[in-house]
């Protein structure tokens, strides 16, 4: 199938690291702090990122006179096509929390590219970014990019 830009569309463009490598090192495929996307979300090792990115999420909506739900219902639209996103095992959340995770999330990737943080000291400490950075580019911690 192909998109109005021409590009291809990959259906189940988000995979599973395979068990046999999985074996080897679990944890490598981990994230560390930050849990992006519907594999991971959840894990209680990664509870705390999830309310740091909620906080930063109301104070860039307040910021901009944004409404979550407003916000919701216009990325309802595109679930069907994030669900295809993750065919290869599905996403067991419902419509809510699947659109209030790609929200959160998205909204965390675009402001760390553009350099903004909460106001949380939480980021000051060196070696929380280092493993950020890491969980943001592992294979099972990632979002469609027209999510962002």
């Known amino acids: 199938m192909q998109s109005q830009a021409g590009i291809t569309e990959n259906r189940g463009c988000f995979y599973r690291v395979p068990h046999r490598l999985r074996e080897v090192n679990e944890k490598a495929y981990e994230p560390n702090v930050v849990s992006i996307g519907p594999y991971h979300y959840g894990k209680q090792h990664l509870m705390a990122m999830q309310v740091i990115k909620g906080s930063f999420f109301r104070k860039i909506a307040a ?3 944004l409404n979550i739900v407003e916000l ?3 990325m309802r639209s595109l679930e069907p096509r994030i669900r295809k996103c ?3 095992a599905p996403i067991h959340l ?5 659109l209030e995770m790609m929200l959160f999330d998205g909204c965390f990737i675009v402001q760390r590219i553009k350099g903004v943080y909460p106001v949380e000291d939480i980021f000051q400490v060196g070696r929380i970014q280092t493993d950020i950075r890491h969980d943001l580019l592992l294979l099972e911690n990632q979002l469609p990019f027209f999510v962002l």
């Open 72 to 74: 919701k219902m216009t």
């Open 94 to 98: 419902s419509s809510n929390e699947l």
């Open 86 to 88: 993750y065919e290869e």
């Open 63 to 65: 910021e901009n006179n």
